[in-house]
């Protein structure tokens, strides 16, 4: 197994594909923590991992990441819990979507707290743990495409993204010496509650149909007209995870369907 005796947190857990990756560490023989603000949500998704994996193989917590006191505590009960912490998997995250010139200022900086204020509480709280270990580890970002490209209705969250490569870049170069690397998944749309979400509503902001907006915007630029799906981004997720050597860090990977080639 590609990650036995290896300890992760996955943020967003609960649902969606943080909760496919912590299922796919799990098969993997790793032991997770399911790190989400739904804290039912949360036990809930563990007791499926351990009912599927073995008793002792997952735990839920409670942790809102914009909240410092909550991912210090939240990251410490981990590593109380199962003795260390090897993986982090910075996952969780919001999508609102409306033009730049009628963005509500509240929810852009709502959008930023989660997605970047997230991903910086949950990694320095990750690193104090992974430098004073030192046996090396691996800090892993959900970005998106959206890393890489724009689109009409998402400043705060292409910004947000953008920004998480800028981040990983700088924790690859620190953590190296520490054998802690940094990469960044970036999935396509992914037919998640997150994304069926939004088809309605950029329906009715751009005047289309909803099909025309899975046609038309979602998938236009993809080599097949498929959406992403989570199992998709689990197993780029393992792939960074399970690489050992400071050969892949600082990277972002695409998976989408061929929707932005590097």
């Not at 409306?98 to 910086?120: C, N, R, S």
């Not at 270990?133 to 400043?155: C, M, N, P, R």
């Not at 998938?219 to 199992?231: A, M, R, W």
């Not at 690489?243 to 990977?253: I, M, R, V």
Request: charged share 20%.
């Amino acid at each position: 197994m590609k990650l036995e005796n290896k300890v992760a947190i996955v943020t967003g857990a609960a649902s969606g594909i943080g909760k496919e990756i912590a299922l796919t560490f799990a098969r993997e023989g790793a032991k997770v923590a399911i790190a989400d603000l739904n804290v039912d949500a949360a036990k809930t998704a563990a007791e499926e991992i351990e009912a599927k994996y073995g008793k002792g193989s997952a735990i839920g917590i409670g942790m809102d990441v914009t909240s410092e006191a909550q991912v210090e505590a939240g990251v410490d009960n981990v590593v109380s819990h199962f003795g260390k912490l090897d993986i982090l998997v910075s996952n969780a995250g919001i999508q609102i979507v409306a033009p730049v010139d009628e963005y509500d200022f509240t929810k852009w900086k709502q959008m930023l707290a989660i997605h970047l204020d997230g991903a910086f509480l949950t990694t320095r709280a990750a690193l104090k743990h992974l430098y004073r270990q030192g046996t090396g580890g691996s800090i892993i970002y959900t970005g998106s495409v959206h890393s890489k490209e724009a689109s009409l209705l998402k400043a705060p969250y292409v910004t947000a993204k953008h920004g998480l490569i800028g981040l990983a870049k700088v924790v690859a170069k620190e953590g190296a010496k520490h054998k802690v690397r940094s990469n960044v998944i970036c999935p396509g749309f992914v037919r998640t509650p997150l994304v069926d979400k939004q088809i309605p509503e950029q329906a009715k902001t751009l005047g289309l149909t909803e099909d025309e907006v899975v046609k038309d915007i979602m998938l236009k630029d993809t080599v097949d007209g498929e959406f992403t799906t989570v199992q998709d981004v689990a197993e780029a997720t393992l792939f960074l995870a399970a690489f050992e050597s400071n050969a892949l860090t600082g990277q972002s990977l695409v998976v989408s369907h061929g929707w932005f080639m590097q």
